[in-house]
């Protein structure tokens, strides 16, 4: 069953036609047929989320929004210390994975989680400020990701934590004591992830660096699930919004 869960997953991720007039209804195309497998398949294949999440202090009465966190697998890394949160929200625009995170929340008695269906380049809390947002995978896939970073910004209280986690491409001249990717990784993975509407991209790393005070910053090379060549590079980091 789950050889069979996986080739559904693969046959949207290699093969499926996404189609849709804007973001949104693109992005529910990608996922609409999933859903239900997702979780399964991106634990092999996302890697450091759960290594994002332990770095990540758990503020007392604080707001955590996890944008573009699908369905609210991501929380389950916080364990039972989300209940010391007032408010943790999961913003998507794929509603097939946002029912998901919704009945995840049902299910673990979670009431002070909520799945919200709205732009993270746009969307702020309705307690007006946050403490913690997260990206875990979801900056590739978000056309106007600068917005999504300063939206992230601004919606932060001074001192507020922000933790990414996702693929990238170096630069090829990176600053000095950051990883530089060859010339056949910078070229392979853009066109690779193009097909799904991810976009590597050489300036997440350096605009978060220069947006927040770097807390944390680790660069790594995961393992593809079925391709036991390849060598995905992605990176995490936590940032402090200065005071």
Do not use: C
């Amino acid at each position: 069953m789950g050889f069979l869960s996986d080739l559904k997953v693969l046959y949207h991720l290699t093969m499926k036609p996404i189609r849709g007039k804007d973001h949104a209804s693109r992005m529910e195309s990608f996922y609409g047929g999933q859903a239900e497998a997702y979780d399964a398949f991106r634990k092999r294949l996302l890697k450091g989320r759960e290594e994002l999440w332990q770095l990540l202090d758990v503020p007392d009465d604080g707001i955590w929004a996890d944008m573009g966190g699908g369905t609210g697998a991501n929380l389950e890394n916080l364990g039972e210390s989300i209940r010391h949160l007032k408010k943790a929200y999961v913003v998507d625009l794929a509603t097939s994975l946002l029912k998901v995170a919704s009945e995840r929340f049902q299910a673990r008695g979670w009431t002070n989680a909520e799945a919200v269906e709205a732009d993270a380049t746009t969307w702020r809390p309705a307690e007006g400020a946050a403490d913690v947002v997260t990206f875990s995978y979801s900056l590739t896939m978000i056309p106007d990701w600068f917005a999504a970073v300063e939206n992230a910004y601004a919606m932060l209280k001074p001192g507020g934590t922000i933790g990414v986690v996702d693929f990238y491409v170096s630069r090829k001249h990176p600053p000095e004591g950051f990883m530089r990717h060859g010339w056949l990784t910078r070229s392979f993975w853009p066109v690779w992830f193009a097909a799904d509407n991810v976009y590597p991209s050489t300036d997440h790393v350096p605009f978060l660096h220069r947006r927040f005070e770097p807390v944390q910053f680790r660069e790594y090379r995961g393992k593809v699930p079925y391709f036991p060549l390849l060598r995905m590079p992605y990176y995490v980091f936590v940032g402090r919004k200065p005071w």
